[in-house]
């Protein structure tokens, strides 16, 4: 396990203290020439106009929710095993920016569904499996805060995390087993993308830049979450004398 | 050890019979709350027929999601789980019984008075084996799930809130083919709700074994 090495907090923060800043402005370049070019430069789409920009947004932040939540189950299954104190540190950080992006996810979609299907909401199979998704997510955040002792709260919701996983090839393969109003995938496909390179290049690249931002909030939780800790620890230690 | 699952199973029905009032209460909710359906939203009788299925499943749902937090907590906290847990049945043993317990002891009432409850809310008489099928293959993922879920609360704060939060999302697919069964002439949701059941048999019992154990730790 080459891994092994960053699991201890301490040097996990001197090494993410000179991460953090590179990863950040990394994100911010990608996102701002992503969304620049999608916002801006891209072409209009044939039968949906200008409505399709919201792709760029709506795209990366379902992706994210996803491939947050496979984090966090991974992350948990690590601690389930070996325990690691970092595993739940990055779990615990992860959750709250993987919720945010399932109802970013949530949101852009209901508004490009309102003038394209005309319809805010349906209860499709794809709809109804993210919203399943945000639920998870919720329910591993109080569950990690529900207990008293710490500890316990983090097995838990390590638990909560791997039982959720089953959600994940659900979301994924929703629109292929059932009719979904909601299309079916364009990029990841076998066949390849069947979307033309003016709109997937700036999708691309914003998706990118989700997953840079994602990692730089990440290290930014992580550490002031070992911050905290430290702090408990330093108080217990004074008044106990 | 099959020996001591069934002693288990036997204990936790005689448990449920003697303090029948879990059971009846269970019930007089299933009852209670299928009669405000029928007084709130359907006083118009082909409404009541149309909306038949879907009250029906939300409110066995909701009796069952209410009976939920009992199922490991009675024993948590009188000591009965932690002795359960150092005798030869391993967790998921445990866990077995006491869902197949709990399914026989509040479901099965349930499952019975659902064809009444159906008369009252005019369901046609020839959906009512696709209603009684339907919960039969659905109840029991129901219990399920919501062992998992009750084991994870086990000691949390507010843990009969928490459980609902964690596991009414999961129930969402159980409902939407059980309402699916009941209302079309289709074999295919009776057939998900199969296939939900036996993955459910086959995963469940592991993962609210593994969160017993952190319970007990």
Not at chain 1, 154 to 175: D, E, M, Q
Not at chain 2, 52 to 57: K, T, Y
């Amino acid at each position: 396990m080459a891994s092994l090495g960053f699991a201890n907090p301490t040097r996990f923060h001197r090494l993410s203290a000179r991460l953090t800043p590179p990863v950040g402005w990394a994100a911010a370049a990608f996102l701002l020439v992503g969304f620049g070019w999608g916002f801006i430069l891209s072409p209009p789409d044939y039968q949906q106009h200008d409505s399709v920009r919201i792709m760029y947004l709506h795209v990366p932040s379902a992706w994210m929710a996803m491939f947050v939540y496979v984090f966090i189950a991974l992350m948990s299954a690590m601690y389930l095993i070996w325990r690691h104190a970092l595993a739940d540190i990055l779990a615990r950080a992860a959750a709250p920016v993987g919720a945010t992006f399932t109802a970013l996810a949530l949101i852009t979609g209901s508004l490009w569904g309102k003038p394209m299907w005309g319809a805010w909401w349906v209860w499709d199979a794809r709809l109804t499996s993210v919203l399943v998704l945000l639920f998870l997510y919720l329910g591993h955040i109080a569950l990690s805060n529900a207990f008293d002792d710490r500890e316990r709260g983090a097995r838990t919701a390590a638990i909560l995390a791997l039982v959720g996983i089953v959600n994940i090839p659900i979301i994924k393969f929703s629109v292929d087993w059932w009719a979904t109003l909601h299309q079916p995938s364009s990029v990841l496909r076998l066949d390849g993308p069947t979307i033309h390179a003016t709109m997937l290049v700036p999708l691309l690249l914003s998706a990118v830049g989700f997953t840079l931002y994602f990692f730089f909030v990440l290290l930014l939780r992580a550490r002031s979450e070992i911050i905290e800790r430290k702090i408990h620890a330093r108080r217990l230690r004074q008044s106990e004398g | 050890m099959r020996r001591a699952f069934i002693a288990l199973l036997a204990r936790d029905l005689r448990l449920a019979i003697r303090q029948g009032a879990d059971t009846a209460l269970t019930l007089g909710f299933f009852l209670l709350v299928a009669t405000l359906f029928s007084f709130g939203v359907a006083p118009d009788e082909r409404q009541a027929a149309a909306l038949a299925p879907g009250v029906l499943w939300v409110t066995a749902l909701l009796a069952l999601l209410l009976s939920m937090d009992r199922l490991f907590q009675a024993d948590a906290e009188d000591g009965a789980l932690e002795q359960l847990m150092l005798g030869n049945l391993p967790p998921i043993g445990i866990v077995a019984a006491k869902c197949l317990a709990h399914w026989l002891a509040t479901a099965m009432p349930l499952l019975f008075f659902s064809p009444v409850l159906a008369l009252l809310l005019q369901l046609p008489a020839d959906r009512l084996p696709w209603l009684i099928l339907a919960l039969l293959l659905g109840t029991p993922t129901l219990v399920l799930v919501g062992a998992v879920g009750a084991a994870l609360v086990l000691g949390a704060r507010r843990g009969g809130l928490l459980l609902s939060l964690l596991i009414l999302p999961l129930y969402i697919p159980v409902l939407i083919f059980g309402v699916a069964a009941v209302a079309d002439d289709n074999r295919a949701p009776l057939l998900f709700l199969g296939a939900m059941l036996l993955a459910a048999l086959a995963l469940a019992p592991l993962a609210a074994a593994a969160a017993l154990r952190q319970a007990m730790e």
